[in-house]
Nanobody
């Protein structure tokens, strides 16, 4: 069983920055693809950014150039650096860990951390 614990959310003014962290326990962290998702009120959860076990990254078009995902396997931690934040970035941000091979497919979610961008 994998446990994911997010931190770093909060209230920030437009144009500001936040760094989210997600610490994982109970797994071989380095083999997982890790992602950040977000869900705004009355909207579906959407992918924000993902980083593979080989550190290949992919981003939603809405955050490209502003957000950066990274991982530190030694610390079992994945980060999301968010710069130039906009009010439309307001959402609950969730950490995700996923592993697939020919035999199994597993996915885990954190409990979420609130990010509010407002003046």
């Amino acid at each position: 069983q994998v446990q994911l614990v997010e931190s770093g959310g909060g209230l920030v003014q437009p144009g500001g920055s936040l760094r989210l962290s997600c610490v994982a326990s109970g797994a071989i962290f380095s083999i997982y693809t890790l992602g950040w998702y977000r869900q705004a009120p009355r909207k579906q959860r959407e992918l924000v950014a993902v980083i593979t076990s080989r550190s290949n990254t992919n981003y939603a078009d809405s955050v490209k150039g502003r957000f950066t995902i990274s991982r530190d396997n030694a610390k079992n931690t994945v980060y999301l650096q968010m710069n130039s934040l906009k009010p439309e970035d307001t959402a609950v941000y969730y950490c995700n860990a996923e592993y697939k091979d020919d035999l199994i497919a597993t996915t885990y979610w954190g409990q979420g951390t609130q990010v509010t961008v407002s003046s």
